[in-house]
């Protein structure tokens, strides 16, 4: 455990305004100590709270800075629909959509996500009932083994609200950052392409 | 029909889509620890010493003293350790286990190890350590070949295909009642069974497999699961705690088994107007650094090593050797895809030579029923060998294609295959499966052991039982897989599941309907009380198989494919683009039309990898290309559109006619594509054909 | 092995002057934005650095705008912003098509063309655009702002020019003299792929062609471009540019292979032109 553990937020920088500032004019700098307002935050080595709002839901953790989003979520908040695969963004099972865009949750700090809106695939069927990319899914048997499936269901989601009536060039595009080993990539894009837009 | 033949929606679906279905690495238990493999740097030497501070910074580390049974990975030859002790064969051997509360701990482990390395063998060529080698015979090649007008020869090779289950392997060992209980990403729960017996000495009822929603398999998880669950097993009895142990990707890439690299060589000696007289074959195989599965996985490669053609002198001989690499093992078709690549390279190189066309070789050689095999079996009425080309030939416009084509740096190939379903030879008496049927107040609960990897296993097997029952599909459930609590059925594998499980259960199914008669199952239940019936597997009447000598039955029956692959060759960049993949299969019986289509899309996509993109770089006897930024596997962007026609030509020991279906589709697309780049202009004869090689291969030009 | 970043620091600014004062303090501050290739580095265990510099939040320098002649593209602008915006395919559209090829939408909504350059990997997609465009690199710093031109940016393998207190602030490209844009990316598939040769050209008057993938930096090349304008031969060209390239063999593909393919490219674009 890091000894340095409760200076959560501290502040970067101390007794340097923001401004036009001499290189030889940089004061010494204590790291941790004091500093004022207009400063940058400095997160880490320990633990740092951090507001998700994942799926309409704000919640503040403490993780330390190195954490991905993807283990925040998976580990932190038990949200565990985005898998863990390749873990350096070349696969899309981690995929989650920020700001309605479609991002890979392994390859970004959770700490770079708050204010941003969150969505994993356990948003698109709150009460159970599947959306329409969901069932479109099902319906085209568009997975198999279903470890690649989330980050498709959220790629096709992400695509059909902007584009409701993709081209078929347009679905391989917007498909093409995940990998389905399976194969079953004729019944996804049959999904993708058939799923009312907007989800 | 109830059931059979409808696409019904697969059980599994709706949890996965919600993101709600649990794989093991979105489990946990309460104080679990996680755990790492450490593994060696060498290929090849000993161990002189392990120093680490790991015990005193909070970590359980396990080594092979900790193993209270035997150091064995149980399988065929038993000779691969569960942790390497003081001897190494092989990169990335694991030898010791590190478990801590922290996951992120896990990679700050530092052990210091020394070795004395030795140069590895990495040649498979220059092997002389046969862990299996076959032998078949039919008539007299001599004769054979005194016969032919030609003697066309020819030297095919393969190299790795990593299966890239998306999921990477995982279980999670739970110390329960004095044993173990496994919850994991697998696909044969009592291999994990019986391999945990051996390494921790315990009796069976104190060992408990249980399969977690698994993200594929492709027979990735045949052997490797017994491994790292009992690495899992050790760190949690040593700990007293649950322990988790999934790999990271880049460890599963490097450190698991791979599609067995193969050098094939054909001798074939045919006549002018294209009869074949004599087959001559060498199948050599690079096991890596254990025996794991290779003795079945050379034995069913020399079964096809013919193609699916006449010829009564024939002599296959196959090897798998020893090299210091992680061992090879199994991976969808299991083989096959080797051999039946050169048998159909080959097959056009003929051609070729005769001055025919592939499509007229194929019809004069392609076996019909009542032809014999190598092993001298005689082919049933189900065998639609040439049914399946003609439909493909036919639909494709093959053969004028093929003539328009030559040269042009647009190609169209093809390809006829075969596979046998099931264990070869006597393996499914010697395995002696069992499923059971419990009448529930609706319909009935199924009992097997047969794991749902993606391939549809838990909705095929519903409908068989559906459909006997002639009750709806939502009336029969599938139990958990848990050795507590299901039957040994065999492993899922070799496409046995749905002709050979659903076979079983298809006669659970008429006894309990016999049983039931006129009553309701509510009725049956209140008078008669439970009702669970179990049976075994029963091999087909008539069917024989010699061992010792490789005659007879080498497999219940086949499935038949045939592939059509039109390309085209960027003249600037080499790379070959496939603009359409024509798969025409016939297993008997499509249980489920939607799912069937699936797994033929499916096993073509890792076809067209296998042909193209998906290559192993090795580096003294690692794997160097462990990401999946530099393995490239097909994305959206890389597959063609996909022409998928079934034909139901049934098999009658099969359920409603079935046949094995998974596996079947991987072993045509290879050839196809070589073949198609030879009708473009360029001769290939290894896989995978990436630009490099085309380049290279480029006629006349360079 | 991955690298364990257990210890990894994040500074936060909220503005550009904030970023610069702290980067000014603490040199060995690695400026970070989408960090895509950051997780690729901590998977492979390489990562370097272990004080990191969020730029992310700094939204003035995402601005994609037109100054005159002069196109303006913020270091933070995304290739998923660059491959739609209107001003980048009117100007440069061969920016934004090999924009659109740079890895899958995910990493494009990440992926900045300020990380790619600081990256300066020699396969980087977009370098060898930047260098057909005679882009500038602003450069900025608690002492001032500099331009540099992005070939010299570009010192050698996976380093730059980049100074002590210094981040990549945006992307300077002139008009393009006339003559037709072209771009081709050849990795192992179509698509997520790293590239084995990556070329960009303009077919003109004044012709001009950088390549990726075949040296440890990105080129322009220049004596090919001679060649090309003197009214040389294909032939010569391609003569001209094997000259200039020193591909090798790795993981990913053959040095005869990018000597060969990247020959094809330049003759594919410049045939009849």
């Known amino acids: 455990m890091s000894e340095e553990r409760g200076f959560s937020r501290r502040k970067f920088l101390q007794g340097v305004g923001a401004g036009a500032l001499a290189a030889g004019a940089m004061p010494d700098l204590a790291r941790g100590a004091e500093a004022p307002e207009d400063a940058p935050d400095l997160a880490g080595p320990g633990p740092v709270p951090v507001t998700l709002d994942v799926n309409g839901v704000r919640t503040t953790i403490e993780v330390e800075p190195r954490v991905t989003l993807l283990d925040a979520l998976r580990s932190r908040l038990d949200i565990t629909g985005a898998k863990k695969v390749c873990d350096h963004g070349a696969c899309g099972a981690c995929t989650v959509l920020l700001d309605g865009r479609p991002v890979y949750a392994c390859s970004m700090l959770a700490i770079a996500a708050q204010g941003k809106k969150i969505e994993t695939v356990e948003s698109l069927a709150p009460g159970g009932e599947l959306n329409a990319v969901q069932q479109a899914f099902v319906a085209h048997d568009g997975l198999q083994c279903g470890f690649c499936t989330s980050g498709f269901v959220l790629a096709s989601e992400a695509l059909l609200r902007q584009n409701p009536r993709p081209s078929h060039e347009e679905v391989l595009e917007a498909l093409s950052g995940n990998l389905c080993r399976c194969g079953s990539y004729q019944g996804i894009k049959k999904a993708s392409g058939a799923a009312p837009g907007g989800g | ?702 | 092995m991955r690298t364990a970043a257990s210890d990894l620091e994040l500074v936060r600014p909220d503005s550009l002057e904030e970023a610069l004062c702290a980067l000014a303090a603490d040199p060995a501050l690695r400026p970070i934005a989408g960090a895509t290739d950051l997780f690729v580095e901590a998977n492979a265990g390489a990562l370097r650095g272990r004080r990191f510099l969020d730029l992310w939040p700094l939204r003035e320098l995402a601005r994609i705008e037109a100054n005159g002649d002069m196109l303006s593209i913020g270091a933070l602008a995304t290739f998923a912003r660059i491959a739609r915006a209107e001003l980048v395919r009117a100007r440069l559209p061969l920016l934004a098509e090999a924009a659109r090829q740079i890895g899958g939408l995910q990493i494009q909504n990440r992926a900045t063309l300020g990380g790619n350059i600081a990256n300066a990997s020699p396969a980087a997609d977009s370098l060898p655009v930047l260098m057909v465009a005679e882009a500038a690199v602003v450069l900025q710093s608690a002492r001032g702002e500099r331009r540099l031109p992005i070939a010299s940016f570009i010192s050698g393998y996976r380093q730059t020019a980049l100074a002590d207190g210094e981040i990549i602030a945006a992307i300077e490209i002139p008009l393009l003299p006339e003559g037709a844009q072209r771009f081709r990316k050849v990795g192992a598939r179509a698509a997520q792929a790293i590239s084995k040769v990556v070329m960009a050209a303009l077919v003109g008057p004044v012709p001009r062609v950088a390549v990726g993938s075949v040296a440890p930096v990105p080129l322009r090349l220049r004596r090919t471009e001679a060649v090309l304008a003197a009214g040389g031969s294909l032939a010569e060209a391609r003569q001209a540019l094997q000259e200039e390239i020193s591909p090798i063999d790795d993981l990913r593909s053959t040095a005869a292979y990018r000597l060969r393919v990247a020959q094809n490219l330049l003759e594919s674009f410049f045939a009849g032109g």
């Open chain 2, 1 to 702: 029909m109830y059931s059979v033949g409808h696409s019904e929606e697969r059980k599994d679906g709706v949890a996965k889509v919600r993101g709600t279905a649990r794989y093991v690495d979105d489990m946990t238990f309460p104080g679990m620890l996680h755990a790492r493999t450490i593994r060696s740097t060498i290929a090849c030497g000993e161990v002189l010493a392990v120093r680490h501070a790991l015990e005193e910074q909070g970590f359980t580390v396990v080594t092979a003293r900790d193993i209270p049974g035997e150091n064995v990975i149980a399988l065929i030859a038993d000779d691969q350790p569960c942790l390497a002790d003081g001897v190494v064969r092989h990169a990335e051997e694991p030898l010791l286990i590190v478990a801590h509360p922290q996951r992120a701990a896990l990679w700050q482990a530092r052990v210091d190890v020394e070795y004395h390395a030795r140069a590895p063998l990495l040649d498979a060529e220059r092997s002389s350590t046969i862990f299996k080698e076959v032998q078949i015979d039919k008539g007299d090649p001599g004769r054979g070949f005194a016969a032919a007008d030609v003697v066309v020869e020819g030297e095919y090779r393969t190299s790795w295909q990593e299966q890239l289950y998306i999921e990477p392997n995982g279980v999670i060992a739970v110390p329960e009642n004095g044993g173990v209980t496994i919850h994991g990403s697998l696909q044969c729960p009592y291999y994990v069974h019986a391999a945990l017996c051996r390494v921790l000495g315990l009796a069976g009822g104190k060992v408990r497999v249980v399969q977690a929603v698994t993200g594929g398999g492709f027979g990735g998880k045949e052997e490797y699961p017994s491994m790292i669950a009992a690495h899992a097993a050790l760190a949690a009895l040593k700990s007293g705690r649950p322990v988790k142990l999934v790999y990271d990707r880049m460890e599963d890439m490097a450190a698991t088994t791979k599609r067995h690299p193969a050098v094939v060589r054909h001798r074939t000696g045919v006549t002018w107007d294209g009869r074949i007289t004599a087959m001559d074959i060498d199948v050599l195989m690079d096991a890596g650094a254990y025996t794991t599965l290779s003795p079945v996985v050379i034995s069913r490669g020399a079964l096809h090593a013919t193609g699916p053609y006449r010829c009564d002198h024939v002599h296959v001989r196959g090897r798998a050797v020893m090299t210091n690499t992680p061992p090879n093992g199994a991976f969808r078709g299991f083989g096959a895809p080797q051999t039946e690549f050169a048998a159909e390279a080959h097959m056009d190189r003929i051609a070729e030579r005769l001055a025919i066309d592939p499509l007229t070789l194929r019809e004069r050689n392609a076996w019909r029923p009542g032809d014999t095999t190598a092993t001298g079996q005689t082919l049933g009425a189900d065998c639609s060998a040439l049914d399946v080309l003609c439909e493909a030939a036919l639909r494709t416009d093959f053969q004028g294609k093929w003539r328009r084509n030559r040269g042009s740096g647009r190609g169209i190939g093809l390809s006829l295959f075969f596979h046998g379903a099931g264990f070869t030879g006597a393996g499914e008496e010697r395995l002696a499966s069992r499923a059971a049927l419990e009448l529930t107040a609706f319909g009935a609960r199924i009992h097997v052991s047969s794991t749902e990897l993606g391939q549809g296993a838990h909705t095929v097997l519903p409908q068989i039982v559906a459909e006997t029952l002639r009750v709806p599909y939502e009336y029969i459930e599938i139990a958990p897989v848990d050795t507590a609590g299901v039957p040994d059925s065999g492993p899922t594998v070799a496409s046995r599941t749905s002709m050979i499980v659903g076979g079983i259960l298809q006669r659970c199914a008429e006894e309990m309907r016999d049983r039931l008669g006129s009553l309701s199952p509510e009725e049956y239940l209140e008078l008669h009380g439970p009702l669970v019936i179990t049976k075994e597997y029963e091999r087909p009447p008539g069917s024989v198989w010699d061992e010792e000598h490789y005659r007879g039955d080498a497999y219940g029956t086949y499935t038949f494919g045939c592939n059509v692959v039109e390309l085209e060759v960027d003249p600037v960049t080499y790379e070959a683009r496939p603009r359409r993949l024509t798969a025409v299969l016939d297993f008997g019986k499509a249980l489920n039309p939607a799912l069937a289509k699936g797994q033929i899309e499916g096993g073509s996509v890792q076809g067209l990898g296998y042909a193209l993109l998906e290559e192993v770089v090795h580096k003294e006897g690692r794997m160097a290309n462990n990401q999946l930024a530099n393995y490239a596997i097909p994305t959206t962007l890389d597959v063609p559109p996909l022409d998928v026609v079934i034909l139901e030509t049934p098999y009658r020991h099969g359920p409603f006619g079935a046949k094995g279906l998974v596996e079947a589709p991987i072993d045509g697309p290879a050839p196809a594509v070589i073949n198609a780049l030879r009708n473009a202009g360029y001769d290939l004869r290894s896989l995978p054909a990436t630009p490099e090689k085309i380049m290279e291969a480029r006629c006349g030009s360079t």
